[in-house]
């Protein structure tokens, strides 16, 4: 059997701006360009009347290397079925896939190439919409960077959060529980046998961390922003709804292509306030703070830190989720997910904001309805926090900011000051942090230095562990400092981002033990007690050596990164027209 080819895209390649014909490969003869395309796309089976249907590409970043994102094959073969059910043609392809506990040095370091690989390749094959599907933490934020670079109609479709656990009667998730049976373990309050039990129960099943860390984050930042569609950020992984989200997702992109809906009229201004409420409502990732920057950056917007504060001062943490709260993803969709959540910030939000589903965010709220009695969401009146989770702090060791995650900090060290206990690198860390000879008390500072993006792609190791001389006598958190990030599921009271970093040669790099540092979280400030005499005697005698790469990808990160404020994204990524700065003060 055979097909009348398309008049439009077999006769008239150079007019065709969609389908098949579209971004033809060039072999100096768009005719024969498509002419080849179309026979190779046959052999594969494709018939001209399939080939005739709106394109939507699906990034397939499924790897056994990715539990996170264990179920793609589910939801590819949803999203199909959706793009097949209104009428569009379905292209899935692959891309790289990144899990936090699988990339070497650290997930953070390819997150930029893998929004360049998700960029490239949305640009390379004809398509026109795409359903971006990524779960674990760097995914999503390295997939809406890629996409807004692009400008195509997008929608994201997040792999959803894994099941709890339970681990000798006590629910246990990953990964706030990891921390905290592993800090048990080094105070030698639980056994070996006991910490092997407890590791088969923290990840109970496929999908991304159960609790408000940065896949979390990012998948209600991502349902804010109106990227991914009402409802879409809590089901978890392995359920029946996880897989109607995704079928819905696919119908919506087709729905997309056909409006032209881009990825421009969904990132305003008004989207990224939308989801500096919810980051801040959620007491969500201090990553996502780094990646909101980044994705920003793409559209041509900057993050003003200072009015993020703003925002944080009158936007209190709603959501008891762990590690703020008390409870995990699974019970916050059983409150009713993100509707839950944003009609409580209702007052907060702009409602006109559109949505992928071409809709604005306040008529989808109408459409989700009232709402029903539940616990995990709290009122504007009664928070959780009174405060936005995570505040900006500035002062003369940080001069472009540093960030703290309030909601999840000891309130009795958010005013400290202390005496410096310098750690040079990770490495020195690693090395003396458990020394039983380390001059350290529990109202010390313990000092990171050179985790930051230009000297080490900003691991998540600002979560310095306590010493464990101090944690065998019961101390649980210190006031820790770096350049460096922590992961969305870690707590304490844990000052991160310090920009400039260290390696750049930042007030960081030439703080030094017993020197005086203080915390002020009510004033927003952090300061270190040094007169200019001895920082300019320090900066003589100990210049700072910028971090290189002699070649490859190490080469390009470590010559065009960027710092925290900027999204450590790479200077050559970011938008070339500046459209201002997001939140609009
Ligand atoms: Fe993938 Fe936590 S490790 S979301």
Known sequence: MTDKPSQQSSIHPEAATSGMAKGLTNYGDRGFSLFLRKAFIKGAGFTDKALERPVIGITNTGSSYNPCHGNMPQLMEAVKRGILMAGGLPMDFPTISLHESFSQPTSMYLRNLMSMDTEEMLRAQPMDAVVLIGGCDKTVPAQLMGAASVGLPAVQLVTGSMLTGSHRSERVGACTDCRRYWGKFRAEEIDSEEISDVNNQLVA??????????????????????????????????????????????????????????????????????????????????????????????????????????????????????????????????????????????????????????????????????????????????????????????????????????????????????????????????????????????????????????????????????????????????????????????????????????????????????DRIKLSVSQRSIEWMVDSAELDRRQSAQPVQVPSAERGYAHLFKKTVLQADRGADFDFLTATESKGAIPRS
């Open 205 to 514: 099943s496929v999908g991304t961390c159960s609790v408000a860390g940065t896949a979390s984050t990012m998948a209600c930042i991502a349902e804010a922003l109106g990227i991914a569609i009402p409802g879409s950020a809590s089901p978890p992984a392995v359920t029946a709804d996880r897989i109607r989200i995704a079928e819905r997702t696919g119908e919506v992109a087709v729905h997309m292509a056909r409006a032209g809906l881009t990825i421009d009229q969904i990132l305003t201004p008004a989207a990224f306030e939308n989801a500096i409420r919810v980051l801040l409502a959620m007491g969500g990732s201090t990553n996502a703070i780094v990646h909101l920057a980044a994705i920003a950056g793409r559209m041509g917007y900057e993050l003003d830190l200072k009015a993020l504060d703003v925002f944080s001062r009158n936007t209190p943490v709603l959501l008891d989720l762990k590690p703020s709260g008390d409870h995990y993803m699974e019970d916050f969709h059983a409150a009713g997910g993100m509707p839950t959540l944003l009609r409580e910030l209702k007052p907060l939000l702009n409602l006109e904001a559109l949505t992928v589903t071409g809709k604005t965010l306040g008529e989808e709220l109408e459409a989700a309805g009232p709402g029903f009695k539940q616990t995990i969401v709290k009122t504007l009146k009664e928070p959780l926090y009174p405060q936005g989770g995570i505040a900006v702090l500035h002062g003369n060791l940080a001069p472009g900011g540093a960030i703290i995650k309030q909601s999840a900090a000891n309130p009795a060290l958010m005013e400290h000051e202390g005496r410096a206990v310098v750690f040079e690198n990770a490495e020195d860390l690693a090395a003396r942090i458990d020394a039983p000879d380390l001059d350290v008390q529990a109202n010390d500072i313990l000092v990171l230095k050179n985790i930051g993006p230009k000297a080490a792609a900003m691991p998540e190791a600002g979560y310095l562990p306590i010493p464990k001389k101090l944690a065998a006598q019961g101390v649980k958190d210190m006031v820790r400092i770096s350049d460096g990030r922590m992961s969305g599921t870690a707590f304490g009271t844990i000052v991160l981002h310090v920009t400039p970093e260290a390696a750049i040669g930042g007030p960081l790099a030439w703080v030094q033990n017993g």
